[in-house]
């Protein structure tokens, strides 16, 4: 599990800062990701726009409700995915990751350090496009708690690496990821509420989900910057499963680095 007093701040801080810039530098990378979400975004908008031709009202929820959670829900997976899991496989397979683990710095922290400057930059070029998607098509949102909002979105980030990382480990036994990891993407976004808002699954499956890590990869955080909600369970639950999944995270690379088996190049 990450631990405070052993971390290297300042050697965290300059990967954080270098993993910011290396993605910054790439221009033509970030413009293509960014025409590329707001395509999606685009037709997102006219899918759920036929959905709701014929009823004002789906599900509880009206088409602006609706899209603006799925809207939120996907722009908050575009810059909190940041592919730890691939990365981490492709180094694996090249022999690289000998190297790092020889480093005064615990593999988990290093991936963590990483992730978190990939996800500032993509954030950087990712909010300004979603926010003049909102404007075009006159969307609001209305966070009844920023500080929730905010807290809970760090807290989904976290889930999501942890989820990552372990993904990752796997490339220590296996010689290739891509189902894994596409089935790990697939189950995510569709039990985290990112694909279909929560509200249009049986009430038995979401009363499950509010208490499972699934609903808390992206409804809650979605719920509290959308101001669908404003109490402090669903946070207080999801920081819960982020210790779980940070210390689950770390037994993982305890058990899988004993058994360390690099894929050479």
């Not at 990967?15 to 979400?37: E, N, P």
């Amino acid at each position: 599990m990450l631990s405070i007093p052993r971390l290297p701040l300042k050697g965290c801080a300059a990967l954080v800062w270098g993993s910011a810039r290396i993605l910054a530098t790439d221009r033509k990378g970030r413009w293509l990701v960014t025409f590329g979400y707001l395509i999606a975004m685009w037709l997102l908008y006219y899918l759920w726009s036929a959905l709701f031709k014929d009823s004002p009202m789906r599900a509880g929820m009206s088409f602006e409700a609706a899209f603006l959670h799925v809207a939120v829900a996907q722009t908050l997976f575009t810059f909190l995915h940041v592919g730890t899991d691939w990365r981490m496989a492709r180094e694996i397979r090249s022999g690289e990751i000998a190297t790092q683990l020889i480093l005064p710095m615990s593999l988990n922290v290093r991936q963590f350090s990483i992730a978190l400057g990939r996800a500032l930059a993509q954030a950087v070029y990712i909010l300004p496009a979603f926010i003049a998607f909102l404007w075009w098509f006159d969307l609001r949102l209305a966070p009844q708690t920023i500080g929730l909002a905010l807290l809970s979105v760090a807290l989904s980030f976290v889930l999501l690496f942890c989820i990552d990382f372990v993904v990752g480990l796997a490339g220590f036994i296996a010689t290739d990821l891509w189902g894994i990891t596409a089935s790990k993407d697939a189950l995510v976004q569709f039990l985290g509420g990112a694909l279909i808002p929560l509200a249009f699954f049986p009430a038995a499956m979401r009363e499950v989900l509010a208490y499972l890590p699934f609903g808390h990869f992206f409804n809650t955080p979605v719920g509290y910057i959308t101001g669908e909600i404003v109490s402090f369970q669903p946070v207080l639950i999801q920081a819960a499963w982020t210790l779980v999944f940070l210390f689950a995270a770390g037994l993982a690379g305890r058990i899988v680095l004993r058994k360390l088996i690099v894929f050479g190049a």
